[in-house]
């Protein structure tokens, strides 16, 4: 109703100025009485076009050369029909033709400028402003349907599905016809973007697609949570269609929606958690032009670490990592999709001192992400000593060079396993814990030295998502340890945006500890998977309880005992004040268990773990 008011306001603007522009500003009086018999019935005609030819049923938010070309149609016709009534009827005398010209190009100025000033507004308001239409494309909408194309439909009408839409009609390569939106809002069935229909809502699915003869589904809805993707992809399912999806926005670096982010539809998808808001004035205080190294540059969650960084422009990244294929990828991807960040690779160690300290001594890293770590529960069950070698000694080389060269910053990566730890893993990243935690509370260090502790990631190397996948490529059995195990999961892009988050918050001494959720049953995702994977649990694909392995308990836990928990100013960051400490104590168990390690004794390891981290209670196995 407020387009179709101003709508009209305009239309007898631009018939008034046309009066006064023929006239020089005098208007006779005979033509200012014919004015004011017109007018009612000139905005008849031109609302009335406007309204049957559909121009109140787009968008204008999303307002295209589509719809300009649409609205030049509507004046055309309309103008058509008041010069035929008048010729007709008066056969034009007493009436001044140049009129009803300037009219016509006042019209089609008004009306297109003020959808363009609705476009515009959007855009301005929008954090992610869209890449403006190509003027090329008006030659292409001669041509709406691509030859030997797939008929597609976007499930919603938003921002994503509209650039989405752009950047699939003004691609020919791209072999896709859009038939059709589907959203449940009910204010925009019906209504249309870049003149292709909202035909209906998500839960008619099945009918519209056979309706439309649709070949493919994309869901474009970046925000949607667990249990609508659930919904959505059952849907699809039922249907028959295949069915991609556009990631959430943290997936996306830059927030950036193209057609190169569309993939499969994956179990992150399902768990659906919400989008991080980054304080990036924040974070960008302290990562801007900065020479920042990431140990562990080539895993998981230090890749992903990488990547966020470099959005906020470095000095330097410098990527520690001691496996030589990650690190070449992630070196060849960072130098591609960041060029103006130095990227540097290093080939090292944290187990080897010497190796540190030149690297310090060389490039003079102010920052550093401490997320390199051994964290295969039933492996370094086996072999414990790796355990105290890499993720203690290693992160206590690491500390030392740091404080030696007067960082500004140092966040160590953590886990929920090191919370009344029942295994070596979750013990030895307690004692790391515990010494990362004494730099600041002794007074001894001017450096800030932050812990962030978190619960499993989806997708990470060595998770359960990968190994299901692969037991369900095989046709089974799917093997769950125990029908009750539960763990807290987080996405990577999620838990690489809050660490970065933290590390800005932090003054040092702090344990961050970053908002998991709900805890997720182990055997719903397996049926999750399987699900998502086009078959059905327990009929096509077998679930096995095989037990716990050797360290694993049922649940985990992220605060551990004399740890207050206190909110921060984020709402998915608390803050943990950690029980006090004695460095030099600290240090001279830290050295026995380098003597235990070296001597590969296991019995004594496990003893002196337990001596040091009074909650660590080895399973029993």
């Not at 522009?21 to 005979?30: D, G, M, Q, T, V």
């Not at 800005?504 to 399987?530: H, P, Q, V, Y």
């Amino acid at each position: 109703m407020i387009v179709f008011l101003v709508d009209a306001l305009l239309l007898a603007a631009a018939f008034i100025v046309a009066h006064l522009i023929r006239f020089e500003f005098n208007i006779p009086l005979s033509f200012l009485s014919l004015l004011k018999q017109m007018l009612p019935w000139v905005l008849l005609a031109k609302l009335s076009c406007f309204y049957f030819l559909g121009l109140y049923r787009g968008m204008w938010r999303y307002t295209s050369i589509a719809d300009l070309l649409n609205v030049i149609k509507a004046t055309i016709v309309s103008t058509l029909l008041i010069l035929a009534f008048i010729l007709f009827k008066f056969g034009f005398i007493g009436y001044s033709r140049s009129v009803f010209l300037i009219d016509f190009l006042l019209t089609i100025l008004f009306i297109a400028g003020f959808r363009i000033s609705v476009r515009l507004f959007y855009d301005r308001n929008s954090k992610e402003t869209p890449t403006p239409t190509d003027f090329l494309s008006i030659f292409k909408l001669l041509s709406n349907r691509k030859k030997d194309s797939k008929n597609l439909i976007i499930i919603g009408a938003g921002n994503c599905g509209e650039k989405i839409y752009r950047e699939i009609h003004d691609n020919s390569a791209l072999k896709y016809n859009i038939v059709g939106f589907l959203d449940d809002s009910r204010s925009k069935i019906g209504r249309t973007i870049h003149g292709v229909p909202v035909i209906g809502r998500i839960d008619d699915i099945i009918i519209l697609t056979k309706k439309v003869k649709a070949d493919e589904v994309l869901i474009a809805i970046p925000s949607a949570r667990g249990q609508q993707m659930r919904r959505i992809v059952e849907l699809c399912k039922t249907s028959g269609i295949l069915f991609k999806t556009v990631p959430g926005y943290g997936e996306l670096i830059n927030g950036r929606v193209t057609i190169n982010a569309i993939r499969e539809v994956a179990y992150r998808d399902l768990l659906g958690r919400e989008m991080v808001k980054l304080d990036e004035k924040q974070i960008g205080a302290y990562l801007k032009g900065q020479n920042v190294l990431v140990t562990g540059a080539g895993g998981s969650i230090g890749s992903e670490l990488c990547r966020q960084i470099c959005r906020f422009k470095p000095g330097s990244i410098l990527l520690f990592e001691r496996a030589e294929s990650p690190l070449y990828e992630i070196e060849l991807e960072l130098k591609k999709n960041f060029v103006d960040v130095n990227v540097v690779p290093i080939l090292a160690d944290i187990q080897n001192k010497l190796q540190i300290e030149k690297v310090f001594n060389k490039y003079e890293p102010q920052t550093v992400f401490h997320a390199a770590a051994y964290k295969h529960v039933p492996m370094l069950e086996l072999q414990p000593w790796k355990a105290l070698e890499n993720n203690i000694q290693g992160t206590a080389n690491l500390v030392e060079i740091a404080t030696k060269f007067n960082i500004e910053r140092f966040v160590f990566v953590s886990t929920d396993k090191a919370v009344r730890p029942t295994n070596v893993m979750g013990a030895s990243k307690r004692v790391a814990e515990m010494f990362v935690n004494c730099q600041n509370k002794n007074g001894l260090s001017k450096e800030r030295f932050i812990i962030v502790r978190f619960g499993n990631v989806v997708g990470s190397v060595g998770s359960v998502v990968p190994l299901f996948k692969k037991q369900i490529e095989k046709g089974g059995p799917v093997t769950v340890t125990h029908p009750d195990v539960t763990r807290y999961f987080m996405t990577i892009p999620e838990a690489s945006q809050l660490i970065l988050q933290a590390g800005a918050m932090g003054n040092g001494g702090e344990i961050f500890l970053l908002d998991m959720g709900t805890t997720i049953k182990i055997s719903d995702m397996a049926r999750d998977l399987i699900r998502l994977s086009g078959f059905e649990p327990d009929v096509d694909i077998k679930i096995e309880y095989i037990g716990l392995r050797p360290g694993e308990k049922l649940y985990e836990e992220l605060i551990t005992e004399g740890e207050n928990i206190v909110p921060t100013s984020h709402e998915k960051i608390m803050v943990l004040k950690g029980m006090e400490c004695n460095l030099h104590v600290l240090n001279g168990q830290i050295d026995e268990l380098a003597t235990l390690a070296a001597n590969q004794d296991e019995k004594r390891i496990k003893e002196k773990l337990q001596e040091i981290v009074s909650e660590y209670s080895p399973a029993s196995n």
